[in-house]
């Protein structure tokens, strides 16, 4: 089932962090396999941040293989290696978890398809996000339990995006959990609720034309898609656009970049989605309970309808 | 157990050994009499005073504990509910069976109102998807939005909403009347059987789709019309039916209802003329 959550205050920073915490528990009841948050936090915009993973979680529910945790500080040590062959500095390093990492990177490159390639390369090394602003954090169980895991309810910033899945299409473990990075442009990130029906057909033309897939999930298929369209020149919202008739199947998704963020609904509106909009914030979710968690009083919320697109500035 | 006939006299289907029993048994069907007052009650149902009027706070309670509540309140012969901070809670006064006068001040989640039969339910709020579902009679007035499936398999009853819904109103209704004083989403009325849609804004995509019958109302664009929904004349008994009914609904009581489209079903896709199914199978 999956549910999915997003808001972004403009005009002003707040905690997202808890913000998303409360809505994604709230939709813990459509799935609480794993969950995610996509963060746009408040920094200098000098660093890079990456999020990435040396191992899964293994924990119970876990369909991953179990791996002995000196085998996350080897693929660490590679991953270090790499960085600075690249002549990418490490500013601040933090190990969440043995198999978790956040690094803060001086690096000033544009198109990051090279360096993300070179530190994939490294077996079991995946990167979750990279951007300026964008934190991916995912892990098993529900959305309280991964915000404490991961201490995500003091992060203040202007937008995110979350799911809490119920894995149906591929296993429980971190690599098939949302978001989805949009592989390999900084900052952009994706979740879906629905079921995607040619994910093999355009992940075998996307992967012709060199994009990169990490999991067998088809929602994974949305952020590479919107990726490849945004490579080829389109705005973020002619791609979203073009997804309604390349994408086939049920669907409504999430897609969030430094400065904005926006959803689109299948042609059957097949997926449920409400919205609530106002002047300073947008809020949305697979049910009206999320938004409540954050706009507990009475407000006025619609359902979009089908094959419509949205795309909103901070 | 059932007990079985052999027809003596064969049909070409059955020649071909496709059946060739029939059941026959008890049936299944109720007769009601109706000097019997007691079948006009379902059982467990109250004798309750609508000028006796109660409010009922849900804000911390569960569906299932603000469900029991209402019924609870009905026991003591309360006929006037209001409840307050309904929050967006899912299933909250589904299988009300009983005459009620029942407010939300707010919105509801999912599957407000279903499997109702007789309750007057104002919602002051929005409702998600798939309010009112299986309505058996009385009437849901929305004073704001409504999701997808707004009274799926609706059998009877008056289901208003004053603004706009989303797509798949009226799926399998089977009877009662929907009102949409805004616009409704893709598939309205998918596969309706029976009952009567009236949208005084534009609708989406595919209207109609597969309907077997029933009647859908629409005073603004359409967005395309499904399989087997095809236009119909609007007689004066439509017109003078449409005044009244959305007069009695308080929504849009002066709209020109004479320059409404009517779409009906073709009867095209199940209406074959007895083929047997060797012969429809040749006529593809």
Redesign the interface.
Same mark, same amino acid.
């Given at each position: 089932m999956c549910g999915i959550a997003g808001l972004i205050h403009r005009g002003k920073s707040s905690n997202v962090g808890s913000e998303l915490q409360g809505m994604l528990q709230a939709l813990k009841h459509r799935g609480e396999d794993s969950t995610g948050y996509a963060l746009y936090g408040d920094t200098d915009g000098k660093n890079f941040i990456m999020r990435f993973k040396v191992g899964e979680n293994v924990g119970e529910g876990s369909s991953s293989i179990m791996e002995d945790v000196s085998v996350y500080d080897e693929r660490k040590k590679v991953v270090d290696q790499t960085l600075a062959e690249m002549g990418a500095k490490v500013v601040k390093e933090e190990r969440t978890l043995p198999y978790s990492l956040r690094y803060e990177i001086d690096y000033n490159v544009k198109d990051l398809l090279e360096f993300s390639q070179r530190i994939e390369s490294i077996p079991g090394v995946e990167i979750l996000s990279m951007g300026k602003s964008l934190e991916v954090i995912k892990d098993l169980g529900n959305a309280k339990m991964v915000c404490d895991r991961y201490s995500l309810d003091k992060v203040v910033g202007t937008h995110a995006i979350g799911h809490a899945r119920m894995a149906t299409e591929s296993g429980v473990d971190i690599k098939s959990a949302h978001p989805f990075w949009g592989y390999p442009f900084s900052d952009v990130s994706v979740v879906h609720n629905g079921q995607l029906t040619n994910y093999w057909n355009n992940r075998r033309v996307l992967e012709n034309k060199g994009m990169r897939f990490m999991s067998e999930c088809d929602s994974e298929l949305i952020a590479v898609y919107l990726a490849e369209k945004m490579r080829d020149g389109a705005t973020l919202e002619e791609g979203m656009k073009a997804s309604l008739t390349g994408l086939d199947g049920v669907f409504t998704y999430f897609v969030a970049t430094k400065d904005s963020l926006g959803m689109a609904k299948d042609t059957m509106a097949a997926k449920p989605l409400v919205l609530y909009e106002s002047d300073d914030l947008v809020a949305m979710g697979s049910e009206e309970i999320a938004i409540r968690s954050v706009l507990p009083q009475e407000i006025d919320t619609y359902d979009p309808f089908d094959g419509e697109v949205k795309v909103w500035q901070i | 157990m059932a007990n079985l006939k052999t027809v003596s006299k064969k049909s070409k289907a059955q020649s071909m050994g496709m059946h060739t029993e029939v059941l026959t048994g008890r049936t299944q069907q109720k007769f009601f009499n109706p000097d019997e007052a007691e079948n006009f009650y379902y059982f467990g149902t109250y004798d309750v005073d609508f000028n006796k009027r109660t409010e009922l706070d849900v804000k911390d309670m569960t569906a299932p504990e603000a469900n029991k509540e209402i019924d609870n309140l009905m026991s003591q012969g309360y006929g006037t509910i209001v409840i307050k901070n309904p929050? &967006?809670?899912?299933s909250l006064g589904v299988g009300i069976l009983n005459k009620l006068n029942l407010i939300f001040?707010? +919105?509801l989640?999912?599957f407000g109102m279903g499997s109702c039969d007789g309750p007057i339910v104002r919602i002051n *709020? #929005?409702v &998600?998807?798939s309010c009112a579902e299986n309505l058996m009679a009385g009437k849901v007035v929305i004073e704001?939005?409504? *999701? +997808?499936c707004f009274g799926a398999a609706i059998r009877g009853g008056d289901l208003i909403c004053k603004? +706009?819904? *989303?797509? #798949?109103t009226g799926i399998d209704m089977k009877g009662g009347t929907i009102i949409i004083g805004g616009?409704a *989403?893709?598939?309205t009325g998918f596969m309706m059987q029976r009952g009567r849609i009236i949208i005084l804004g534009d609708v &989406?995509?595919n209207l109609g789709d597969s309907m077997y019958d029933g009647t859908i109302f629409v005073g603004g664009e359409i967005g395309s019309y499904g399989s087997d929904a095809v236009d119909a004349e609007l007689t004066s008994s439509d017109q003078d039916w449409l005044k009244r009914k959305l007069k009695v609904a308080e929504i849009g009581e002066n709209f020109d209802v004479s320059k409404m489209k009517k779409i009906v079903a073709g009867k095209k896709l199940w209406n074959y003329d007895n083929l047997e199914p060797t012969e429809k199978k040749g006529a593809i």
């Amino acid at each position: 089932m999956c549910g999915i959550a997003g808001l972004i205050h403009r005009g002003k920073s707040s905690n997202v962090g808890s913000e998303l915490q409360g809505m994604l528990q709230a939709l813990k009841h459509r799935g609480e396999d794993s969950t995610g948050y996509a963060l746009y936090g408040d920094t200098d915009g000098k660093n890079f941040i990456m999020r990435f993973k040396v191992g899964e979680n293994v924990g119970e529910g876990s369909s991953s293989i179990m791996e002995d945790v000196s085998v996350y500080d080897e693929r660490k040590k590679v991953v270090d290696q790499t960085l600075a062959e690249m002549g990418a500095k490490v500013v601040k390093e933090e190990r969440t978890l043995p198999y978790s990492l956040r690094y803060e990177i001086d690096y000033n490159v544009k198109d990051l398809l090279e360096f993300s390639q070179r530190i994939e390369s490294i077996p079991g090394v995946e990167i979750l996000s990279m951007g300026k602003s964008l934190e991916v954090i995912k892990d098993l169980g529900n959305a309280k339990m991964v915000c404490d895991r991961y201490s995500l309810d003091k992060v203040v910033g202007t937008h995110a995006i979350g799911h809490a899945r119920m894995a149906t299409e591929s296993g429980v473990d971190i690599k098939s959990a949302h978001p989805f990075w949009g592989y390999p442009f900084s900052d952009v990130s994706v979740v879906h609720n629905g079921q995607l029906t040619n994910y093999w057909n355009n992940r075998r033309v996307l992967e012709n034309k060199g994009m990169r897939f990490m999991s067998e999930c088809d929602s994974e298929l949305i952020a590479v898609y919107l990726a490849e369209k945004m490579r080829d020149g389109a705005t973020l919202e002619e791609g979203m656009k073009a997804s309604l008739t390349g994408l086939d199947g049920v669907f409504t998704y999430f897609v969030a970049t430094k400065d904005s963020l926006g959803m689109a609904k299948d042609t059957m509106a097949a997926k449920p989605l409400v919205l609530y909009e106002s002047d300073d914030l947008v809020a949305m979710g697979s049910e009206e309970i999320a938004i409540r968690s954050v706009l507990p009083q009475e407000i006025d919320t619609y359902d979009p309808f089908d094959g419509e697109v949205k795309v909103w500035q901070i | 157990m059932a007990n079985l006939k052999t027809v003596s006299k064969k049909s070409k289907a059955q020649s071909m050994g496709m059946h060739t029993e029939v059941l026959t048994g008890r049936t299944q069907q109720k007769f009601f009499n109706p000097d019997e007052a007691e079948n006009f009650y379902y059982f467990g149902t109250y004798d309750v005073d609508f000028n006796k009027r109660t409010e009922l706070d849900v804000k911390d309670m569960t569906a299932p504990e603000a469900n029991k509540e209402i019924d609870n309140l009905m026991s003591q012969g309360y006929g006037t509910i209001v409840i307050k901070n309904p929050q &967006g809670k899912h299933s909250l006064g589904v299988g009300i069976l009983n005459k009620l006068n029942l407010i939300f001040e707010g +919105s509801l989640g999912y599957f407000g109102m279903g499997s109702c039969d007789g309750p007057i339910v104002r919602i002051n *709020g #929005r409702v &998600g998807w798939s309010c009112a579902e299986n309505l058996m009679a009385g009437k849901v007035v929305i004073e704001k939005n409504a *999701g +997808s499936c707004f009274g799926a398999a609706i059998r009877g009853g008056d289901l208003i909403c004053k603004g +706009s819904v *989303g797509a #798949r109103t009226g799926i399998d209704m089977k009877g009662g009347t929907i009102i949409i004083g805004g616009d409704a *989403g893709a598939f309205t009325g998918f596969m309706m059987q029976r009952g009567r849609i009236i949208i005084l804004g534009d609708v &989406g995509i595919n209207l109609g789709d597969s309907m077997y019958d029933g009647t859908i109302f629409v005073g603004g664009e359409i967005g395309s019309y499904g399989s087997d929904a095809v236009d119909a004349e609007l007689t004066s008994s439509d017109q003078d039916w449409l005044k009244r009914k959305l007069k009695v609904a308080e929504i849009g009581e002066n709209f020109d209802v004479s320059k409404m489209k009517k779409i009906v079903a073709g009867k095209k896709l199940w209406n074959y003329d007895n083929l047997e199914p060797t012969e429809k199978k040749g006529a593809i």
